[in-house]
Antibody, heavy 117, light 106 residues
Framework: QVQLVQSGAEVKKPGASVKVSCKAS????????IHWVRQAPGQGLEWMGL????????PYAYKFQDRLVITMDTSTGTFYMDLSSLRPDDTAVYYC??????????WGQGTLVTVSS | IVLTQSPGTLSLSPGERATLSCRASQSIDSAYLAWYQQKPGQAPRLLIYGTPRRAAGIPDRFSASGSGTDFTLTITRLEPEDFAVYYC?????????FGQGAKVEI
């Protein structure tokens, strides 16, 4: 069955970086885009960016363009979201999600990143 | 593209009909509009994609429609498990965006 399994919760200080992983299994991972979406406590969903495992551009949301990097390890089917220069308002649950032709049909379980001094 | 959902909160009873609105800041093709349901502590669940297509396993009491800048999610005959937060999402551009969410409460 399709699974996206994310790494565990993180606590970071302001100014640090965090790298969250998302391991795909149960499907040909090169065939579907992976997106990253975050949700601050009590807030709505915020799209961050995507990666095309087959290659091509990796668009990011404008507000993250200077501190977000999304990558993948093709040998393991693991996707990574690296966010730098963390601020307290980056505290959120970060999700990876699979996109077939539109929308997200499978989601990771979410990773809580807490930014606090 | 900014998506604005209304109302922010809808207070209804089981068995009633819920109508949620999603307005886009510019015209988008309905084929690039999706709807999600989210319950506390859970990841969102895809309900509708390429409006009006229902995702796998979604009951037919959920339907979506719309065109241009105005889109609607309708839930006929609310079941107790339908009380949740609903989000619309557009993927017509390379920068996907969500609406701010709308809560359906008892």
């Amino acid at each position: 069955q399709v699974q996206l399994v994310q790494s565990g919760a993180e606590v970071k200080k302001p100014g640090a970086s965090v790298k969250v992983s998302c391991k795909a299994s149960g499907y040909p991972f090169t065939s579907f885009y992976i997106h990253w979406v975050r949700q601050a406590p009590g807030q709505g969903l915020e799209w961050m960016g995507l990666i095309n495992p087959g290659g091509g551009p990796t668009p990011y949301a404008y507000k993250f363009q200077d501190r977000l990097v999304i990558t993948m390890d093709t040998s393991t089917g693991t996707f990574y979201m690296d966010l730098s220069s963390l601020r307290p308002d980056d505290t959120a649950v970060y999700y990876c999600a699979r996109s077939p032709s539109g929308g997200y049909d499978f989601w990771g379980q979410g990773t809580l990143v807490t930014v606090s001094s | 593209i900014v998506l604005t959902q209304s109302p922010g909160t809808l207070s209804l009873s089981p068995g009633e009909r819920a109508t949620l609105s999603c307005r886009a800041s510019q015209s988008i093709d309905s084929a690039y509009l999706a709807w999600y349901q989210q319950k506390p502590g859970q990841a969102p669940r895809l309900l509708i994609y390429g409006t009006p297509r229902r995702a796998a396993g979604i009951p037919d009491r959920f339907s979506a429609s719309g065109s241009g800048t105005d889109f609607t999610l309708t839930i006929t005959r609310l079941e107790p498990e339908d009380f949740a937060v609903y989000y619309c999402q557009q993927y017509a551009t390379s920068s996907w965006t969500f609406g701010q969410g709308a809560k359906v409460e008892i």
